[in-house]
C-alpha cells in the first residue's frame, strides 16, 4: 500500500472512530448535562473502565497527530461524555499530562531538546502557582468550574488556531536574567543537518505568564503545552522543537505539584487513572509511528472543532442546562 | 548521533544525570503502575473499597465520596497497604514523586560544580514539591 493510499485511509478513518467512540458512550444518551447520575449497575465498572482505556487510546493518537498534549482534550472530553465526576477526571488528566511528559523526558533531554537550565526557573513559578491553582479549583463549586473549563477551553482552541510557530527564532541579546542564569543550548538539527545553538530573551514576562499558565493547568486538571510551547518560542525565543520538549519537562514538575493537591483529597482514583495513564501512553506511541503517515493539518482542524464542542458541552453543563 | 555531533552539541552533565535518572524512575513507574491496577483489578489483593463501592459512588464530588467511602488518599495508606487499591494508588504515588527524586539527583551534580544559582533552584523547586508532598500547601485537610 503506497503511502498516499495509507495517508488518505488513516485521514479519512481515525475521526469517524473517534467521534462514533464520542457518540456510543451511554453518558451522551441519557445523561448529557449536569447533575450526574450513579451507573444504574456498579457491577457493570468495567465497561466504563474500558470505554475509558479505548477512549484514552485513540485520544493518544489524535493528540500526536494534531501536536497537542492528551490532558488539555482529555478533561473537557472525559468530563462531558462519562459518568465520573470532574474531580477525578481532573486528578487522572494530571496524571496523564505528567506521564506523557516523563516518559518522553530522558530521549528529549540527552539530545539537548529538552532544557533543565531554561526549565528549571519557570518550573519553580509555575508549581507554586499550580497547587494554588489546584487549591481553588477543588474548593469552587464543581458548575462554576465546569463553565470556566468551558471558556478555557474555547480560548484554548482560539490560541491554537491563531498562533504562529516559529522554527528558529532569532534572538539578538539574551536578557539580564537569563545571562545569569547561563540559560543557553544546542541541539543537532537533522532537518538542515547543522547543530543549532539557541538563546533566549524576555525572561522576565515568561516567568509571569508561566505563574499564570501554572495556576490554569493546576486548576483545570490539564497540561499547559498550549500556554507553554507559545510563550517559550514566540516570545522568549526558543526554538520550535526546544520549546516543546522543555514545555514537558516544565510541565512533569508543575504536574507533579498540583498532582499532590488531588492525591490529598482523595480525588485521584485508579480505576479512572490507570487506563487513563495506559491509554494514552500507548495511542501516543502509535500515533508517532503513523504521525509521517496522515495529513496532521487535517487533524488538527478536527482536534480543534473537537475542543470547541467539548468547551460548549463543558458551558452547558456549567450553566445546568 | 555521531559523537563529532555530540562534541558540537553542548550538553550539561547535570542535564544527563537527570536524563538517565528519569529513566530508570519513569519505567519503573510504567511497571509499578501496571503491576498495581491487575493486583486491583483482578482482586489479588482485597480492597479497602470494594470496586463496585468505587463505581457507584464516582459521579460525587471527591470530598462528597469521601464521606461515604473511604479510598486511599494522601498517606492514608501507609499503615496498611497490603490492599489492591492501595496497590494500584501507590504506583500513582510514586509516578508523582518521580521530578523530586531527578531533582534530587541535579541538586547533587549542582553542588558539586559549585553552580550556586541552580543550587539554590533546585533546592528550593524540591522544597516545593516536598511542601505539596508533605500536605503542608495546602492538600492535607
Given at each position: 500500500m503506497s503511502q498516499k493510499t495509507g495517508d488518505r485511509i488513516v485521514t479519512a478513518l481515525l475521526p469517524p472512530l473517534f467521534s462514533g467512540l464520542l457518540f456510543l458512550l451511554p453518558a451522551v444518551t441519557f445523561a448529557a448535562s449536569a447533575p450526574l447520575h450513579p451507573v444504574a449497575?456498579?457491577?457493570?465498572?468495567?465497561?466504563?473502565?474500558?470505554?475509558?482505556?479505548?477512549?484514552?487510546?485513540?485520544?493518544?493518537?489524535?493528540?500526536?497527530?494534531?501536536?497537542?498534549?492528551?490532558?488539555?482534550?482529555?478533561v473537557p472530553i472525559v468530563s462531558s461524555f462519562f459518568p465520573f465526576h470532574l474531580d477525578f477526571v481532573r486528578g487522572a488528566g494530571l496524571f496523564v499530562a505528567l506521564s506523557g511528559a516523563l516518559s518522553a523526558g530522558p530521549s528529549?533531554?540527552?539530545?539537548?531538546?529538552?532544557?533543565?537550565?531554561?526549565?528549571?526557573?519557570?518550573?519553580?513559578?509555575?508549581?507554586?502557582?499550580?497547587?494554588a491553582g489546584a487549591i481553588a479549583g477543588l474548593m469552587m463549586a464543581a458548575d462554576q468550574v465546569q463553565l470556566l473549563l468551558g471558556l478555557a477551553i474555547i480560548a484554548i482552541a482560539a490560541i491554537m488556531l491563531k498562533s504562529g510557530k516559529s522554527g528558529f527564532p532569532e534572538v539578538r541579546e539574551p536578557d539580564v536574567i537569563a545571562r545569569t542564569l547561563g540559560i543557553s543550548g544546542s541541539y543537532y538539527e537533522p532537518t538542515i543537518q547543522k547543530v543549532v545553538d539557541w538563546k533566549i530573551h524576555k525572561t522576565p514576562?515568561?516567568?509571569?505568564?508561566?505563574?499564570?499558565?501554572?495556576?490554569?493547568?493546576?486548576?483545570?486538571?490539564?497540561?499547559?503545552?498550549?500556554a507553554n510551547v507559545p510563550v517559550l518560542n514566540l516570545l522568549m525565543g526558543a526554538p520550535l522543537k526546544v520549546a516543546v520538549a522543555t514545555s514537558g519537562l516544565v510541565l512533569s514538575m508543575n504536574g507533579a505539584a498540583a498532582?499532590?493537591?488531588?492525591?490529598?483529597?482523595?480525588?485521584?482514583?485508579?480505576?479512572?487513572?490507570?487506563?487513563?495513564?495506559?491509554?494514552?501512553?500507548?495511542?501516543?506511541?502509535?500515533?508517532?509511528?503513523?504521525?509521517?503517515?496522515?495529513?496532521?493539518?487535517?487533524?488538527?482542524?478536527?482536534?480543534?472543532?473537537?475542543?470547541?464542542?467539548?468547551g460548549l458541552r463543558s458551558i452547558m453543563k456549567g450553566l445546568g442546562i | 548521533m555521531s559523537s563529532e555531533i555530540q562534541k558540537e552539541t553542548r550538553i550539561d552533565r547535570v542535564q544527563l544525570v537527570?536524563?538517565?535518572?528519569?529513566?530508570?524512575?519513569?519505567?519503573?513507574?510504567?511497571?509499578?503502575?501496571?503491576?498495581?491496577?491487575?493486583?486491583?483489578?483482578?482482586?489479588?489483593?482485597?480492597?479497602?473499597?470494594?470496586?463496585?463501592?468505587?463505581?457507584?459512588?464516582?459521579?460525587?464530588?471527591?470530598?462528597?465520596?469521601?464521606?461515604?467511602?473511604?479510598?486511599?488518599?494522601?498517606?492514608?495508606?501507609?499503615?496498611?497497604?497490603?490492599?489492591?487499591?492501595?496497590?494500584?494508588?501507590?504506583?500513582?504515588?510514586?509516578?508523582?514523586?518521580?521530578?523530586?527524586?531527578?531533582?534530587?539527583?541535579?541538586?547533587?551534580?549542582?553542588?558539586?560544580?559549585k553552580n550556586r544559582i541552580y543550587t539554590i533552584i533546585t533546592f528550593l523547586q524540591i522544597t516545593v514539591l516536598a511542601a505539596a508532598v508533605a500536605g503542608i500547601a495546602g492538600g492535607a485537610g
Open positions: 449497575d456498579p457491577s457493570s465498572w468495567w465497561i466504563w473502565v474500558l470505554l475509558l482505556f479505548v477512549f484514552s487510546f485513540f485520544l493518544g493518537i489524535i493528540s500526536v497527530l494534531a501536536g497537542v498534549g492528551g490532558g488539555v482534550l482529555f528529549l533531554m540527552r539530545k539537548g531538546l529538552a532544557d533543565l537550565k531554561l526549565s528549571l526557573p519557570l518550573s519553580l513559578i509555575g508549581s507554586v502557582s499550580s497547587i514576562i515568561g516567568l509571569v505568564l508561566f505563574f499564570g499558565i501554572g495556576f490554569i493547568g493546576g486548576m483545570f486538571g490539564m497540561g499547559a503545552g498550549w498532582a499532590w493537591i488531588y492525591l490529598y483529597k482523595g480525588a485521584v482514583l485508579p480505576l479512572i487513572a490507570v487506563p487513563a495513564v495506559s491509554g494514552v501512553m500507548l495511542g501516543s506511541k502509535i500515533g508517532a509511528r503513523i504521525l509521517t503517515k496522515v495529513n496532521t493539518r487535517a487533524i488538527r482542524v478536527i482536534v480543534i472543532v473537537m475542543m470547541v464542542i467539548a | 537527570y536524563a538517565s535518572v528519569l529513566d530508570i524512575v519513569s519505567h519503573t513507574g510504567m511497571v509499578l503502575v501496571a503491576a498495581g491496577f491487575i493486583a486491583y483489578v483482578f482482586r489479588l489483593f482485597t480492597p479497602t473499597v470494594s470496586i463496585e463501592e468505587v463505581a457507584a459512588h464516582w459521579h460525587m464530588r471527591a470530598s462528597e465520596m469521601q464521606k461515604v467511602v473511604h479510598v486511599p488518599k494522601g498517606w492514608s495508606w501507609v499503615s496498611d497497604p497490603l490492599h489492591g487499591d492501595v496497590l494500584s494508588f501507590v504506583s500513582i504515588v510514586f509516578l508523582s514523586m518521580a521530578a523530586m527524586i531527578c531533582l534530587t539527583s541535579a541538586l547533587a551534580v549542582f553542588f558539586q560544580e
